[in-house]
């Protein structure tokens, strides 16, 4: 099984797409679930998790608040059809 990637070799969050960030942190999330990976990259995948969580959170307002401003200020509600 590959290594979490640590903080020191995983890309700079600021120069990867909001997908890329999200589908890194589902496999670093696969990989902390399995149990096999041993205690210290652990913790390294849980520190970049992090970062990659944060960086897909701050995505994500800002695309709300880009809809916002497209809807005059009012966030609607969204139904799919």
């Not at 099984?1 to 909001?18: F, Q, R």
């Amino acid at each position: 099984m590959p290594k979490a990637k640590t903080l020191n070799n995983a890309p700079d969050t600021a120069s990867v797409s909001y997908e890329a960030a999200l589908k890194e942190l589902e496999s670093l999330v696969a990989q902390m679930e399995s149990g096999q990976l041993p205690l210290a990259d652990l913790l390294s995948g849980y520190q970049r998790g992090a970062e990659l969580l944060g960086y897909c959170r701050a995505q994500l307002d800002a695309v709300e608040q880009q809809i916002k401003v497209l809807d005059n200020g009012a966030l609607k509600s969204w139904t799919p059809t």
